[in-house]
C-alpha cells in the first residue's frame, strides 16, 4: 500500500496488479478522518483479495458482488442485494437494467461509501500533500 498520488482527479484509492496487487491511497483522503480511509482502505482490500484470488475484480462483476454482499451486514449493519448490473432489451434498445432492489452500479463502485453521504469521522490523520 503506498501513500500518493493517484489517477484521473477524482479517484480516492485504487489497487493495480495481477500477482501482486498494489494499493495506492490518494494523500487528501486521511483529511477526511479514520472513519473515510478505513472504508477507503476496506473497499480496495477486497480488489487485492479478488486478483490474488484470480478472480475478476471488477465492480460489475460476480465475485465483487459476493464479497460485498457478505461483508455488508458486518461493515453497513444491514444486508444488501448486490448483482452485475447487465445489458437487456428494452423497447427494442439496450439499457443497463439494476434489479429491483439491487445497488446500481455506480453503489457497487462506491461500496460502502454508498451508504454515507458524507463518509467522515474519527481523527484526522496528517499526511503531507504534494
Same mark, same amino acid.
Given at each position: +500500500?503506498?501513500? #500518493?498520488?493517484?489517477?484521473?482527479?477524482?479517484?480516492?484509492?485504487?489497487?493495480?496488479?495481477?500477482?501482486?496487487?498494489?494499493?495506492?491511497?490518494?494523500?487528501?483522503?486521511?483529511?477526511?478522518?479514520?472513519?473515510?480511509?478505513?472504508?477507503?482502505?476496506?473497499?480496495? +482490500?477486497?480488489?487485492?483479495?479478488? @486478483?490474488?484470488? #484470480?478472480?475478476?475484480?471488477?465492480?460489475?462483476?460476480?465475485?465483487?458482488?459476493?464479497?460485498?454482499?457478505?461483508?455488508?451486514?458486518? @461493515?453497513?449493519?444491514?444486508?444488501?442485494?448486490?448483482?452485475?448490473?447487465?445489458?437487456?432489451?428494452?423497447?427494442? *434498445?439496450? *439499457?443497463?437494467?439494476?434489479?429491483?432492489?439491487?445497488?446500481?452500479?455506480?453503489?457497487?463502485?462506491?461500496?460502502?461509501?454508498?451508504?454515507?453521504?458524507?463518509?467522515?469521522?474519527?481523527?484526522?490523520?496528517?499526511?503531507?500533500?504534494?
Amino acid at each position: +500500500m503506498v501513500i #500518493g498520488i493517484t489517477a484521473y482527479g477524482h479517484c480516492i484509492a485504487l489497487t493495480r496488479g495481477y500477482d501482486r496487487p498494489r494499493i495506492s491511497i490518494a494523500s487528501t483522503l486521511f483529511r477526511d478522518g479514520t472513519v473515510a480511509v478505513s472504508a477507503t482502505i476496506l473497499h480496495e +482490500m477486497i480488489h487485492a483479495k479478488l @486478483v490474488l484470488e #484470480g478472480k475478476d475484480s471488477a465492480h460489475n462483476g460476480q465475485p465483487w458482488c459476493d464479497e460485498i454482499t457478505r461483508l455488508s451486514p458486518s @461493515v453497513l449493519g444491514r444486508a444488501i442485494h448486490a448483482k452485475p448490473v447487465r445489458p437487456r432489451r428494452v423497447d427494442g *434498445k439496450p *439499457k443497463r437494467v439494476v434489479e429491483p432492489g439491487h445497488l446500481s452500479r455506480k453503489e457497487l463502485a462506491r461500496w460502502p461509501h454508498h451508504a454515507h453521504e458524507n463518509l467522515t469521522g474519527g481523527a484526522v490523520i496528517p499526511v503531507d500533500t504534494y
